[in-house]
């Protein structure tokens, strides 16, 4: 343990039963679910020094409270819970977009409309570079909108996976979405086709307005 004194011994062959263990140290706050990254050290020669761990992210079932997602597909009636993913550090949805290509949606926490999470714009889009805002109440025509920027090629059919990254206490980070198939831009593979730039200059001039914006953003 990392707890305790230890030499590090090795690269050898002897290192049977010798092994570090997670957990087991009230301090490492093991539970099931609990994720780590586990760190060598080495000099500057390159040799290993010594070996330690920490604790990365909320285990799902600590997580104080629940993200729902709600949008166009039906109206707007019903919040559907997302899926808690510990591999990736994140919730999930998967929606499939309708008869015009786009899907339109905000993320209730504790399924109170009062605490939305919703753009800073109405059609906001990860692409270029909306802000996430809320939790609150004044998210009134602003949405998140999938298959309405250039390189969501969206189409109806198409099936997309929304995500909802999370800070380590549980809080709302970034949201942005997949293409998972569907719809006539689908490729060989099942995965939609990423959009071939520079054929119209039309396209050309889309990339680097979506480029400006992401520049005015870290400018501010």
């Excluded at 390189?151 to 800070?167: S, Y």
């Excluded at 086709?193 to 400006?212: C, F, I, K, N, Q």
Aim: hydrophobic fraction near 30%.
């Amino acid at each position: 343990s990392i707890h305790s004194e230890f030499l590090l011994l090795g690269p050898d062959a002897d290192g049977h039963a010798k092994n570090w263990n997670i957990g087991k140290d009230p301090s490492d706050e093991g539970a099931e679910g609990a994720c780590y990254e586990v760190r060598l050290h080495a000099d500057r020669d390159g040799a290993p020094v010594t070996v330690d761990w920490i604790r990365l992210r909320a285990r799902a079932d600590a997580l104080p409270r629940r993200y729902s997602i709600v949008g166009t597909w039906d109206d707007w009636k019903v919040p559907r819970e997302m899926s808690w993913d510990p591999d990736r550090g994140c919730l999930h949805f998967v929606l499939q977009l309708g008869s015009d290509g786009e899907a339109s949606f905000q993320i209730l926490l504790d399924r109170e409309w009062g605490k939305r999470l919703y753009p800073d714009e109405d059609h906001g889009c990860f692409h270029s570079g909306s802000y996430l805002c809320g939790p609150d109440e004044h998210g009134d025509g602003k949405n998140w909108t999938i298959g309405r920027h250039a390189l969501d090629r969206g189409a109806p059919g198409a099936r997309f996976e929304v995500r909802l990254q999370l800070r380590p206490d549980g809080t709302a980070k970034h949201v942005d979405w997949a293409c998972l198939g569907g719809g006539p831009h689908q490729g060989a593979t099942g995965r939609c086709r990423a959009p071939a730039y520079g054929s119209t200059e039309e396209e050309d001039d889309e990339v680097w307005a979506m480029l400006r914006r992401y520049g005015q953003r870290l400018e501010e």
